[in-house]
């Protein structure tokens, strides 16, 4: 059995081919962390599109039942006049 001690070899040198890949691997992922914050910011204006939106549901929907509770009160009214007239 041979025991070798150069198993492991650091070098000062950095090669273009690393200073390359290094950049290419940090625009890369500058590109998704753009892309990322595109959909987190698409996703931003989406809820507050439907918070307004059901906002505007909600006041719609209050302003119709006001209406049918003055209605039902009108018919009420009416009735308690026609009851009242035929005894």
Known sequence: MSTNTEH???SKSVSITQIISIVMLAA????WGSDVEKGIDANRQAIKHEA???ELEQRHLAEFKDEIRTRLQ???TKLDA???RAQ
């Not at 890369?28 to 590109?31: D, E, N, Q």
Request: proline share 0%; aromatic share 12%.
């Open 8 to 10: 492991w070899h650091l």
């Open 82 to 84: 026609l009851i009242e």
């Open 52 to 54: 307004a939106m059901r």
């Open 74 to 76: 009108r018919i009420d």
């Open 28 to 31: 890369g992922l500058f590109i």
